[in-house]
């Protein structure tokens, strides 16, 4: 394997807490397949089959249709300005607290 022998082999490796990561992550709208790949080592297939293991169907055609042929789910389709994998107000922030 390559530089990802740290990472699974299977989904059946992989931990609830990992198996909710990588959903929120397949979700995102700014995080690439290519993310999960690197830090998970499942390629775009697989996490698809993990998406329909994992979600109700109807979830899973609604994510299906949200992610297909969406330029910033795949590197190699991204405008060079998308740097980041997240919406700057995508996450609270604490505003001086």
Avoid at 43 to 63: C, D, H, Q, T
Avoid at 67 to 95: E, F, I, M, N, W
Wanted: charged share 25%.
């Amino acid at each position: 394997m390559s530089s990802l022998d740290h990472s699974p082999s299977t989904t059946a490796e992989l931990s609830s807490a990992d198996v909710s990561r990588i959903i929120e992550m397949a979700w995102e709208d700014r995080t690439p397949f290519e993310a999960i790949l690197r830090t998970y080592g499942l390629a775009e297939p697989a996490v698809i089959r993990l998406m329909r293991a994992n979600l109700k169907s109807g979830s899973f055609r609604l994510w299906r249709a949200r992610v297909t042929g969406r330029a910033t789910k795949h590197s190699a389709l991204r405008s060079p300005d998308v740097d980041r994998a997240y919406c700057p107000t995508q996450y609270k922030q604490s505003h001086g607290r």
